[in-house]
């Protein structure tokens, strides 16, 4: 049996597997590979999307399924395939048309399986989906798109930003939601986070969960982190993430992940 053998560890992207230059610290590669080859099962969780993600080379790292749209979507890069997909269905339908009316401003992105739609498309949006080479078609109502959809983010000023979020709370328990990068609000399926997704990714590598860690360095890490069975956090990661870290590692542009490697190589 491999030193790493059924352990998985499941890394953020931005911000911790890469630094602040939107790449992997040099050791990462060579930790990585080192876990790999010894048994480990080495993949990320993000918020990015299957669409966006296949553009970037760093998905030669992984050898499991990556989780995306933070943690709706494993997509297997390796085989081409789907390993799950928690999306939200067409029932939805109706609270996408309620905030449309009821936001009229805001632009609505809908991300399916191989496809992604846009209502009320503005120079925002746009950019959003050429600035990663994401392929899009502008629809006028939700039922024209493909669904499942792995998430729904809704384009907003900052000003209506929270505003959109008290309405979502006021009047609807499902689907949930988090802020992204400031004017954008995403909409995940009840119940779906990386957390969650951390477990049925382990569950679908028979890896128990006792043996499933994860890095990452930001709020919507959290839920990751504390399901794992120890959670690494970059030093200079937010206060949300570093209260419940079992681990500070060193910072994202120093090598967190090779840390968080050499902590583990400790371990077993």
Sequence with gaps: MKKFEKVLLVSDFDGTLNDDNGAPHQSVYEAVKYFCDNGGLFTLSSGRTYQAMKHYDTVRLFNAPALLCNGSVAYDFAKKEFAFFDGIDKDAVDFIRDIHNKFP?????????????????????????TSQSIPFKAIEDPSDADAPWGKVMIGCTHETTAEIQR??????ADPVFLPTTGSFIEVL????????????????????????????????????????????????????ALRVADYVVRSNNDGAVTHAIEILDSIY
């Design 105 to 129: 401003d805001a632009s609505i992105e809908m991300y399916a399986h191989d496809a992604t739609f846009a209502i009320n498309l503005t120079e925002k949006t746009e950019r959003h989906f």
């Design 167 to 172: 309405y979502i709370a006021a009047n609807y």
């Design 189 to 240: 399926k009840k119940g779906v986070n990386k957390g969650t997704a951390l477990l049925k990714l382990a569950d679908c590598l028979s890896v128990p969960h006792d043996r499933a860690y994860s890095i990452g360095d930001g709020y919507n890490d959290v839920d990751m982190l504390v399901a794992a069975k120890a959670g690494f956090v970059p030093c200079n990661g937010s206060q949300e």
